[in-house]
């Protein structure tokens, strides 16, 4: 990767008001651009508002106000809420402004200069809703539109035609030859198959609204508002403007999309800069989707998540991190405010927000608050610099889940080192000083390498540790990439200690939430729950334990198992294949639905426990000889394995 660094997020339609959809997209690029300065990297970062198109003129219609003034107060909006959630963009674009409109018509003239635009009349379906032209025939009811679900519209007019069917050759050979280019991998193939489909031409603009970007040398024609909208991603760089404009020098950049947007942005958008003579975007990532039980959070559908709701409950750290942890990316989640309650308690609270309190106050306890002289236990060390450069690896790709994951199982092992070496019982003992400076110092290098590791996800929460553990700087400031183990030099006095990430009172909030959502059309707190009056019946009370004998629980065979091998199953989102030990002749295959929540390389060597008499069954062909068994924890389920604090023999059998 260069010295630069240039991420944009999709600009916003301003049709309605923001939602964590919005939000979660805006913060995943802030944390991928702070990222990158960590890592020294010189970054722009880019986000804004679409405000033209037919769909965004009938919302105003039916305001009953003016499209300007419309446009105006949600984009507004949408500025002010990523302005409170510390969203640290260099420029918000607005496709109404004069400077983008200009660069947007210059792209059209390079285009049709190099004579790939034409005018010719447009008769099909056209989806207001989402401005995409659905395939079908005139007779007959109107086709859905597959994303928003709503009926299309048949529009015959004049229209001007960009010639997409002379760029199939060259997009297909540019997806070879730059496999890097869409990723994830499925997303790319689903690509490379539609455009191996074959490519018709596209039209490009529109004689039915006025609201939009007037085509060059001809008023009467607006541009389809994808022409207009993803030419922002240059006209903020100054192309078409000011042509000695030093931002230029970012590009290309890396798109972050969603899904719903690929085709647009890795078909159409690469053609019109080819047809330019102007590089191509340096990646398209597309992450994936918040659902709401099991449906895209949408405007349309009423099921976004209230962004109010969530400043009034939750810091920004706990959504930010949330966000970050609970979603793979490229993979969907189904968001729930049990959930988050959970994560931020178990990874922040009673996580790095423990480790931070427990080291400290022992410090300041045992030592003054000064750092001892003393060098960090060597395996810990080893444990926590993997952790570190699996996290960056990670990070690089935009796989927070999976870094955040190995900075987890790494604090884990550091909180497990604390709890067996028991500093509070050396304290006890003066004649085991030494024993107990490595302890605290270790503990202390841990720590400071997590608030640096974890600084993008936990931006005010990073800060608040460092300054506790009265470091230089801030945790932004150093590179994860080259971060040592065991230099902060003895002597070494901390800061004020504060409590940075108190655990949440799930009941309490759970129950406010509740009362503030109870409205009619609001979300449920559980996204995913059916409402009351769709639920089925409650079955009769059971006046006693549904009791099994002995022995039923003897036909169970509990053994324990030690893990050799994990992986990934392709195509299987939540499952991991894993190679179990159970002391016999051969390991065994198992599967497990885990994925969502263990990373494979933090399994291996892990013992747990297997059901080994469960008949063998297949799931995405592969044969599972075997059950885990993990506690299901919280409303959502989250899977805790279940292992040994001792040191039990592979194979032997629970009773």
């Not at 304290?427 to 974890?454: M, N, Q, S, W, Y």
């Not at 009941?507 to 059916?530: L, R, S, Y």
């Not at 924890?633 to 629970?654: I, K, S």
Request: aromatic fraction near 10%; charged fraction near 25%.
């Amino acid at each position: 990767m260069t010295d630069r660094f240039y991420i944009t997020t999709p600009i916003y339609y301003v049709n309605a008001e923001p939602h964590l959809g919005h939000l979660y997209a805006t913060m995943l690029a802030d944390t991928v651009c702070r990222f990158n300065q960590q890592r020294g990297r010189e970054t722009y970062f880019l986000t804004g508002t679409d405000e033209h198109s037919q769909k965004i003129e009938r919302a105003a219609q039916a305001k009953g106000i003016p499209v300007r003034e419309f446009v105006d107060g949600l984009a507004g909006r949408f500025r002010d809420v990523f302005d409170h959630w510390k969203i640290g963009y260099d420029q918000f674009i607005r496709t109404t402004s004069d400077v983008h409109k200009a660069g947007a018509q210059e792209l059209w003239r390079r285009c049709r200069d190099a004579g790939l635009i034409y005018k010719s009349v447009y008769a099909g379906w056209y989806c207001v809703q989402d401005n995409a032209f659905i395939d079908g025939p005139k007779e007959g009811p109107p086709p859905e539109c597959p994303d928003s679900g709503g009926p299309a519209e048949w529009v015959e007019e004049e229209s001007y035609f960009f010639r997409l069917s002379a760029f199939q050759e060259p997009l297909l050979a540019y997806y070879r030859e730059h496999p890097e280019f869409i990723q994830p991998e499925s997303r790319r193939n689903e690509i490379v198959s539609f455009v191996e489909g074959g490519l018709q031409d596209l039209s490009i603009s529109r004689v039915t609204t006025t609201w939009g970007v007037q085509v060059p040398d001809d008023p009467a024609h607006v541009m389809y508002v994808w022409f207009d909208a993803l030419s922002n991603y240059i006209t903020a760089l100054g192309f078409g403007t000011s042509p000695d404009d030093d931002r230029w020098r970012f590009w290309p950049g890396v798109h972050l999309i969603g899904k719903d947007i690929l085709r647009f942005h890795t078909v159409y958008w690469p053609a019109f800069l080819m047809g330019a003579g102007l590089p191509v975007p340096q990646k398209v990532m597309v992450h994936g989707l918040w659902m709401s039980g099991g449906r895209k959070m949408s405007k349309r559908l009423g099921n976004g998540v209230d962004i109010g709701l969530l400043d009034r409950h939750f810091t920004h750290d706990a959504v930010r991190y949330y966000c970050l942890a609970e979603m793979g990316f490229g993979q969907d989640g189904d968001f729930t405010y049990g959930a988050l309650v959970d994560r931020a308690n178990a990874d922040l609270a009673n996580g790095i927000g423990n480790l931070a309190s427990r080291t400290l106050t022992m410090l300041a306890k045992y030592f003054d608050g000064v750092l001892p002289q003393a060098g960090p236990d060597s395996a810990v060390r080893t444990t926590v610099e993997q952790a570190t450069a699996t996290a960056v690896s990670e990070f690089e790709n935009f796989e927070f889940r999976r870094g955040i994951e190995a900075i987890r199982s790494a604090m884990a092992a550091v909180d497990r080192y604390i709890s067996d070496t028991k500093p509070w019982a050396i304290a006890k003992d003066a004649g085991r000083r030494d024993e107990l400076a490595v302890v605290l110092v270790t503990a202390f290098e841990a720590l400071r390498a997590f608030v640096v590791v974890l600084a993008p996800a936990l931006p005010e929460g990073s800060a608040a540790i460092w300054r506790s553990m009265n470091l230089d700087g801030s945790p932004s400031d150093v590179d994860p990439g080259t971060l040592q183990v065991g230099v902060v030099p003895a002597g070494h006095r901390i800061g004020e200690i504060a409590p940075v990430f108190p655990r949440l009172n799930k009941e309490q909030i759970m129950d406010d939430i509740t009362k503030e959502t109870a409205v009619e059309g609001a979300p449920t707190p559980e996204a995913g729950t059916p409402p009351a009056a769709t639920a089925p019946a409650p079955e009769p009370a059971k006046t006693e334990p549904d009791y099994i004998t002995i022995d039923d629980f003897a036909k169970v065979e509990l053994r324990v198992g030690q893990v050799l091998a994990a992986d990934r199953i392709e195509g299987a989102d939540k499952l991991l294949k894993l190679s179990v030990d159970l002391g016999e002749a051969e390991p065994r295959q198992v599967l497990a639905g885990i994925a969502m929540h263990y990373a494979p390389e933090t399994l291996i060597g892990r013992k747990i426990v297997v059901c080994s008499n469960l008949k063998p069954r297949k799931m995405r062909g592969l044969e599972s000889q075997g059950m885990i068994l993990a506690a299901s924890v919280g409303e959502d389920g989250v899977p805790v394995l279940a292992t040994f604090t001792e040191d039990v023999p592979n194979g032997v059998r629970l009773k």
